[in-house]
């Protein structure tokens, strides 16, 4: 199906897109990569009457280490991300997650900045910015404001972004030196979202966990942040019991909506069980 006719504005500069995000209101959309936008479109989900390219904004782009953050441009690519030496020695959560986002087409395309804005549960960077505490710089008529991630989530497709902001940048908070991480998906096929996925970024101190966030994507309305299982792993090594107990508290917080990928009783097994994967993988790589 074709969607409806619209009007096309390619801006230069954040200003101008900002500028013309305010005069046409309601009636414009942002596009990012475009990959749920556009099927949304077509399929008359969404009808507006302007569309904004912001692709070609060059202060949206790129990667870079500031004040012990990592800054990254809300229009880079899953491409980029995987391509980013910094990402990949200092984040290594985001590389392996956008490594597992849909395929190499639409990693071209794809933005963490459309990722995020749109709010999709099954989408995976909602549940991996939990994970990381990262925070979003949105920016409006007023100027930026910041958001952390925990929180900016509000349910299906509903985020804190206001009507008259842009998404920006994105913000990480380096990990410290020897953490662990992993992000284990399930999914039924190659570019397929996650039946279930989990999300953790793990510290520990000898034996025992000293830091800990677990987050799960497409588990509920918004990714879900789990935190009573983080409660319960602190201060406690990672054996049999820890990680039954929480994955146990994971699928506590779960309400999956069911639909071909299985029923909410099998989605909410598969949260648990790509819970405790995770914590495995992180703490395993957290010893070295």
Same mark, same amino acid.
């Given at each position: ?63 870079? !280490? ?44 794809? &933005? ?34 910041? /958001? ?10 509903? &985020? ?35 039946? $279930?996925?989990? $999300? ?7 034996? +025992? ?8 994507? +497409? $588990? ?5 942040? $789990? ?5 319960? /792993? ?20 779960? !309400? ?16 648990? !069980? ?15």
């Amino acid at each position: 199906m074709y969607p409806p006719a619209f009007d096309y504005h390619a801006p230069r500069s954040l200003g101008e897109a900002l500028s013309l995000l305010s005069s046409l209101g309601g009636e414009a959309k942002l596009l990012a990569g475009g990959h749920s936008l556009l099927p949304m479109m077509k399929l008359r989900f969404a009808q507006p009457a302007h569309l904004i390219d912001l692709s070609l904004l060059p202060e949206l782009r790129g990667i870079r !280490e500031e004040g012990g953050s990592i800054v990254i441009g809300a229009m880079t690519t899953e491409a980029e991300l995987l391509g980013s030496t910094l990402i990949r020695n200092k984040a290594p959560l985001l590389a392996e997650g956008a490594a597992q986002i849909a395929d190499p087409q639409v990693r071209y395309k794809g &933005t963490i900045g459309g990722d995020i804005s749109h709010g999709d549960p099954g989408n995976d960077h909602p549940a991996l910015m939990l994970a990381l505490d990262a925070s979003f710089v949105l920016t409006g008529p007023k100027g930026p404001r910041s /958001l952390k991630a925990d929180g900016f989530f509000l349910g299906l497709y509903s &985020t804190q972004l206001a009507a008259d902001e842009i998404l920006t940048q994105i913000r990480i908070p380096i990990p410290a030196a020897g953490s662990g991480w992993s992000y284990q998906k399930l999914k039924r096929k190659t570019g397929d979202f996650a039946t $279930a996925a989990t $999300a953790v970024q793990l510290e520990m101190r000898g034996a +025992n966990v000293a830091k800990v966030a677990i987050a799960l994507t +497409n $588990a509920g309305p918004t990714a879900l942040r $789990a935190v009573a299982a983080e409660r319960a /792993l602190m201060g406690k090594p990672i054996d049999g019991a820890s990680l039954g107990g929480a994955a146990r508290l994971a699928m506590s917080i779960c !309400e999956p909506a069911p639909d071909l990928r299985g029923d909410a009783a099998y989605k909410t097994a598969m949260c648990g !069980e790509m819970t405790r994967r995770a914590l495995e993988a992180a703490a395993a790589r957290a010893r070295g």
